[in-house]
């Protein structure tokens, strides 16, 4: 797949939920698929970060009340608990090499953009093509890459650097993204110019 080189200075990598929770074996929602991927995100952070990319994180956090009051959208009803304010799960893996140059965005929904300031930061930086990758491919990828769509950022999917839960959700989630928002790359067509 040949895919356009990208401007370090107008492109953030941004990696999704890389958290214990979800790619430690001792985690609540461990999915081994996200697991594997753990060294792929990170060599497509340090490519970026060679570059002069911005690095975004995405860290899925939940307060223990979140849910308390929810008319509908209750995570904790849908997936039990899980990465909870102030637990290990929470934190990202240690095997990912968080900078304090990269920017950490907290987010409490499917969506890193609902109710957070990382379209203002992307604003503010000049950032225009994201790459995501990070997991789930169906849930957390899915949805904030499609809001980055709505919102007139080039969204594409690093496919190889994604991890989920069945095989089948990310070929879902991956075909879905590059028929009505987005584009889907591989790690080697990815390059920095």
């Known amino acids: 797949m040949s895919i356009?080189?990208?401007d370090p200075e107008r492109t953030a990598v941004v990696v999704v939920d890389m958290q214990n929770g979800f790619c430690h074996p001792d985690g609540t929602l461990h999915a081994p698929a996200s697991e594997a991927v753990v060294d792929d995100v990170g060599d497509l952070v340090d490519a970026a970060r060679d570059a002069g990319a911005r690095i975004v994180y995405t860290r899925d956090v939940h307060p223990p009340e979140q849910f308390a009051d929810a008319h509908y959208y209750d995570e904790f009803d849908?997936?039990?608990?899980?990465?909870?304010?102030?637990?290990?799960?929470?934190e990202i893996v240690d095997d990912l090499d968080v900078r304090d140059a990269d920017h950490?965005?907290?987010k409490h929904t499917y969506d890193a953009f609902y109710e957070t300031e990382l379209d203002g930061w992307l604003t503010a930086h000049r950032v225009d093509d994201l790459l995501f990758c990070g997991t789930l491919a169906n849930v957390c990828v899915l949805h904030t890459a499609g809001s980055a769509g709505l919102r007139d950022y080039?969204?594409?999917l690093v496919e190889d650097a994604i991890g989920a839960i069945e095989a089948e959700h990310k070929e879902y989630a991956l075909e879905h993204a590059d028929w009505l928002f987005g584009e889907v790359a591989t790690r080697d067509a990815v390059a920095f110019e």
Request: hydrophobic share 40%; no cysteine.
């Open 78 to 90: 849908r997936w039990g608990e899980h990465v909870v304010e102030g637990d290990w799960e929470a």
């Open 154 to 156: 080039r969204p594409v």
């Open 4 to 6: 356009d080189s990208f």
């Open 104 to 106: 950490v965005v907290e």
